[in-house]
């Protein structure tokens, strides 16, 4: 079972003509080697939204090795709230699975 973390800036509000990517430090929670990122986009309803709204997908980046990046989000409808999951692995000694939610408010 995966430990599910809620990020403090929880419901965050993005305009519906943004298309933007959303990174996290993971080490903020003590977890200093993420592995296999992945993230779905959920409506209300619990719907996955992720193939409409996402482009591309969830990555460690480049220059900071605990920071995963969201895929792009894009198409947001103002007035709608999604639910963005986030899981990764950390792989410091025994593989845990972690899941971090962040409650989205699209805005126009």
């Avoid at 965050?12 to 990517?21: G, K, P």
């Avoid at 480049?62 to 103002?78: K, N």
Wanted: hydrophobic share 40%; aromatic share 8%.
């Amino acid at each position: 079972m995966a430990t599910t973390l809620e990020f403090r800036d929880s419901p965050y509000e993005i305009s519906d003509a943004e298309r933007l990517a959303l990174g996290f430090d993971v080490a903020d929670w003590g977890i200093t080697c993420p592995l296999s990122p992945s993230a779905v986009i959920l409506d209300s309803s619990g719907a996955d939204l992720s193939a409409s709204l996402f482009a591309g997908s969830a990555a460690i980046s480049s220059c900071l090795a605990t920071c995963i990046v969201t895929p792009r989000i894009q198409s947001l409808i103002a007035g709608c709230t999604y639910r963005l999951e986030v899981r990764w692995e950390d792989n410091h000694s025994t593989p845990n699975r972690f899941q971090a939610a962040l409650t989205i408010k699209a805005t126009s």
